[in-house]
C-alpha cells in the first residue's frame, strides 16, 4: 500500500511519521528514509521520539545506505567500484576508442576539463536512466549540429559503459543495481517504509521505489503541498512535490497497488502567528502581503557575505 501525507511546512508530518513509526513498530520492521544530509538529525529524532529500544525495530536509511543493505542480502557488498580518479581515466579511454567517429566532440575530447564535463553529463543521464541507445537514436532524429551532438554523446557513453562492465563498476549506478537486486530479493518484504523531508525523486529512485511498492506492507511519503490539485500554469511553489505525487501514484497504479492520501491540517502550526503568515503568503498571489506587526524584518543585502554579518549583528542585538 502507498500513502501519502501531505501538508504546508510546519504542519508536522515529520512528528506524525516519528509517532506513527514508533506505534507500528511491535509489528513489523520500520525503515525511516531520509534524504542524505538529513540522515544524523533524522536519526536523534528517532530516539527521542522511540526511546531506547526503537533501534529493535527501526532504522533510518538513505538511499546509498539502502544500497547497501540490499547488496548485503542479495550480494554485491565486495564488488570493486571505480573512484573519481579512475572515473575519469576510464572516460579518457572511452573517448579515444570512439575519437575517429566523433564529430562535435573531436577536436577537445583529450582535455581533462572536457572529460571532467563528460562525467558530470553521464552522472545526469545515469540518474534518468538514459541509456546510449536512446541518445544514438535521437541523433539520427534529429537533424543539423543537436543531432550530432546526442550521436556523440551516444557513442562516448556506450563505450564508456562498455569499459566499466569489463573493468569496474561505475558508483553512480548504485541505485540502477539495487532496482535489479531488489527485483529477485525480498529484502522489503512485510516491512513499513516510510519517506521524509524528499522534495522529488530522480527516475534512478523510482526504479527503486517501485520495486519496494511491491515488497513493502506499506509505503508512506511525506510532501510538502497542501492539495494534489496542480495550479494554473503548474509554476506554483508546490507544484515540485504535486508532480512527485503524480509520480509516485503512477508507480502505485501500473503495479495494482492501493492508494491513499491524507491532508494534516494546517490548524496544528505552533509557529508565532508572524511566521504563519510568511508561510502561507510569501509567495501567495496576492499583491499587498498581509502585516506582520514589526515580528518579519526585511533586509536587502548586497552579498551573501553581508547578509550573514547583518543576520548575526541583529542576533546579538536580540539576545
Not at 24 to 33: D, K, N, P, T, W
Not at 171 to 189: F, I, M, N, Q, V
Request: glycine share 8%; aromatic share 4%.
Amino acid at each position: 500500500m502507498l500513502k501519502l501525507i501531505l501538508g504546508r511546512a510546519g504542519c508536522g508530518k515529520t512528528t506524525t511519521v516519528l509517532k506513527r513509526l514508533c506505534q507500528a513498530g511491535q509489528e513489523r520492521r520500520q525503515v525511516l528514509m531520509v534524504p542524505e544530509q538529513q540522515s544524523h538529525q533524522a536519526e536523534r529524532a528517532l530516539c527521542k521520539a522511540g526511546g531506547d529500544e526503537v533501534s529493535l525495530y527501526a532504522e533510518v536509511l538513505s538511499f546509498s545506505r539502502l544500497a547497501n543493505r540490499v547488496f548485503l542480502a542479495a550480494g554485491g557488498v565486495g564488488e570493486p567500484e571505480l573512484d573519481s580518479g579512475g572515473r575519469l581515466l576510464l572516460m579518457y579511454q572511452a573517448v579515444k576508442a570512439v575519437s575517429p567517429e566523433l564529430t562535435v566532440y573531436a577536436r577537445p575530447s583529450r582535455r581533462p576539463a572536457f572529460l571532467e564535463n563528460l562525467l558530470a553529463t553521464v552522472d545526469e543521464l545515469k540518474s534518468c536512466c538514459v541509456q546510449p541507445q536512446l541518445l544514438l537514436q535521437a541523433g539520427e532524429e534529429v537533424e543539423g549540429p543537436e543531432g550530432d551532438k546526442l550521436r556523440d554523446l551516444g557513442l562516448i557513453c556506450g563505450a564508456y559503459q562498455a569499459l566499466t562492465a569489463r573493468t569496474a563498476l561505475d558508483p553512480r549506478d548504485r541505485l540502477t543495481r539495487t532496482a535489479e537486486k531488489l527485483s529477485t530479493c525480498p529484502w522489503a518484504e512485510d516491512m513499513d517504509l516510510w519517506l521524509d523531508g524528499f522534495t522529488d525523486f530522480t527516475p534512478q529512485q523510482g526504479e527503486v521505489l517501485a520495486q519496494l511498492m511491491a515488497q513493502a506492507h506499506q509505503i508512506t511519503v511525506t510532501l510538502a503541498c497542501d492539495h494534489l490539485e496542480e495550479d494554473e500554469g503548474g509554476t506554483g511553489i508546490f507544484s515540485p512535490a504535486r508532480r512527485t505525487a503524480a509520480m509516485l501514484l503512477r508507480l502505485a497504479k501500473e503495479r495494482g497497488i492501493s492508494c491513499e492520501v491524507e491532508n494534516l491540517s494546517s490548524d496544528c502550526f505552533s509557529r508565532v502567528s508572524a511566521l504563519n503568515k510568511v508561510e502561507q503568503e510569501l509567495f501567495g498571489p496576492q499583491q499587498e502581503p498581509a502585516s506582520c506587526e514589526g515580528a518579519v524584518e526585511l533586509h536587502r543585502a548586497l552579498t551573501p557575505r553581508s547578509e550573514v554579518e547583518w543576520a548575526a549583528s541583529r542576533i546579538r542585538t536580540l539576545v
